[in-house]
């Protein structure tokens, strides 16, 4: 047995669950340590020294001690709280989002340090402005990032370059109209979606609310959750339709 | 696993909030060392709050049933003619309103969710006792929805969230501030609960 170890390092607070009286099981996302999920102890008391440094989307510096199963919480500085998000009800819900398929995709205990600079780069850039196509933009990165990235520029059957009118979640990429399964798509969905996962994502993160980015955003759940076989919770429980 | 009746008894304990199943198997077996009269004791009470208690046909406070099967029973303060009944305070669980009340600080009545929206758990407003609200607002001339549910993200998000359910109904809506502990030291506060502090601050009359 070796004795429990302090560690510092950077976090992302994805979740949290009630403990007992007056604690929390608080989840984060972090670049050394992969997911963590530690015990926050008392935070739930109005006086804790933690107030709201452990909340959902809260960006942190923490001192934690490594346990067996759960790790504890020692200290936690802000480095960012985040407020324009929490004060916004479809900032709030979209970071969520975020939150949520960050939890699904992070394994414990395994290096993450890109994600977790994924996922702080958009909560940074949603705090900065609530950007249509930032979420539908942040799952795509998210997929590309697990090795899903989608065949864009060909037919995924038949590698025809030409009249993709398509997509296939199964094949993970565009289809033409000969070998056509899946959902419809328009180009200019695969134009933007080649810009967001071909280096141009800050240009088109300034593309304004309209079809075409709900159409990406669209695939992009929907691509999404067939890659993490599952639904994601957060999309389907509050009414977000702008 | 253990054998039939105590593992039932670990199954329903584990559906407890806030009961692991390693809880629900020290609770089991602490159950099991106790006394007859004392483990009669604690079932009978059980049997008897869910007799005689049941929620407020108004706001889902806890009420105590009058008669045997009427299960339409207003709670004292909804029984209480001398509240302000243009006044309701929005809160998550009965609980809050016992925490409320030791304020002295407030003469309407109440309104409880039963819960908070929890995306990530899958608990949105439809599970909550959010349309018996907005039914309360015209029906019984409400003013001022001061909303009191926690001040963290499941809170925010429900408080929020009827905020823009209750604006077009033209009600006074109110969010209970954010602020420091009182007897707290300042340098220990967190930074959202200190700006919100500064940005709800108030003129102190000299
Ligand atoms: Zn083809
Ligand atoms: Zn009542």
Same mark, same amino acid.
């Given at each position: 047995m070796s004795p429990s170890r302090l560690y510092r390092d950077q976090g992302v607070v994805l979740r949290t669950i009630r403990l007992g009286e007056a604690d929390r099981i608080v989840t984060l996302v972090t670049p050394g340590h992969g997911k963590v999920r530690a015990v926050a102890k008392g935070v739930r008391k109005t006086k804790s020294r933690f107030g709201s440094r452990l909340e959902p989307i809260s960006h942190v510096n923490l001192l934690m001690y490594e346990g067996r199963e759960l790790d504890i919480v020692t200290q936690a500085e802000t480095l960012d709280h985040f407020r324009t998000i929490r004060e916004d009800l479809d900032r709030m819900g979209r970071a969520q989002s975020?939150?949520?398929?960050?939890?699904?995709?992070?394994?414990?205990?395994?290096?993450? !340090?890109?994600l977790y600079s994924m996922l702080v780069g958009a909560l940074r850039s949603l705090a900065a402005r609530d950007a249509p196509l930032l979420m539908g933009a942040f799952f795509w990165k998210l997929l590309s990032s697990e090795? !899903?990235?989608?065949?864009?520029?060909?037919?995924a059957t038949c590698g025809a370059p030409e009249d993709l009118v398509a997509f296939d979640?199964?094949?993970?990429?565009?289809?033409?109209?000969?070998?056509?399964?899946?959902?419809?798509?328009?180009?200019?969905?695969? !134009?933007?979606?080649?810009?967001?996962?071909?280096?141009?994502?800050?240009?088109?993160?300034?593309?304004?609310?309209?079809?075409?980015? !709900?159409?990406?955003?669209?695939?992009?759940?929907?691509s999404?959750?067939?890659?993490?076989?599952?639904?994601l919770r957060t999309l389907h429980v509050l009414d977000r339709s702008r | 696993m253990y054998a039939g009746p105590v593992q039932g008894l670990i199954d329903e304990l584990g559906r407890l909030p806030g009961v692991g199943p390693k809880s629900a198997q020290r609770i089991a077996f602490h159950l099991l060392k106790l006394s007859k009269e004392d483990a009669?004791?604690?079932?009978?009470?059980?049997? +008897?709050?869910?007799?005689?208690?049941?929620f407020c046909r108004r706001c889902f406070n806890v009420a105590e049933v009058a008669? +045997?099967?009427?299960?339409? $029973?207003?709670?004292? &303060?909804?029984?209480?003619?001398?509240?302000? $009944?243009?006044?309701?305070?929005v809160v998550e669980e009965p609980r809050d309103i016992v925490a409320v009340e030791k304020t002295q600080e407030f003469s309407g009545r109440y309104h409880v969710l039963q819960g908070a929206i929890n995306p990530i758990e899958g608990v949105g407003p439809d599970q909550l006792r959010v349309r018996e609200l907005l039914s309360r607002i015209e029906g019984e001339g409400i003013t001022e929805?001061?909303?009191?549910?926690?001040?963290?993200?499941?809170? +925010?998000?429900?408080?929020?969230?009827?905020?823009? &359910?209750?604006?077009? &109904?033209?009600?006074?809506?109110?969010?209970?501030?954010?602020?420091?502990?009182?007897?707290?030291?300042?340098?220990? $506060?967190? +930074?959202?609960t200190l700006g919100r502090a500064l940005s709800g601050r108030r003129e102190v009359e000299g």
């Open positions: 975020l939150l949520e398929a960050v939890d699904q995709v992070a394994q414990e205990r395994e290096l993450s !340090a890109r090795g !899903a990235h989608p065949l864009l520029d060909h037919c979640l199964v094949e993970g990429g565009a289809l033409c109209r000969a070998c056509r399964r899946g959902v419809p798509v328009t180009p200019e969905a695969l !134009a933007l979606l080649r810009r967001v996962l071909g280096g141009g994502l800050a240009a088109a993160l300034e593309e304004p609310a309209g079809p075409v980015v !709900a159409e990406v955003e669209q695939l992009a759940t929907r999404l959750e067939h890659h993490l076989e599952r639904r | 009669q004791r604690l079932s009978a009470a059980i049997n +008897e709050v869910k007799e005689r208690v049941s008669a +045997e099967g009427d299960g339409d $029973a207003l709670c004292e &303060l909804c029984g209480d003619a001398r509240r302000d $009944a243009t006044v309701v305070c929805v001061i909303l009191c549910t926690n001040p963290n993200i499941e809170g +925010e998000a429900t408080a929020m969230y009827l905020a823009r &359910l209750l604006s077009p &109904l033209g009600v006074k809506t109110t969010r209970i501030a954010s602020g420091l502990p009182v007897g707290g030291d300042l340098e220990y $506060a967190d +930074e959202l």
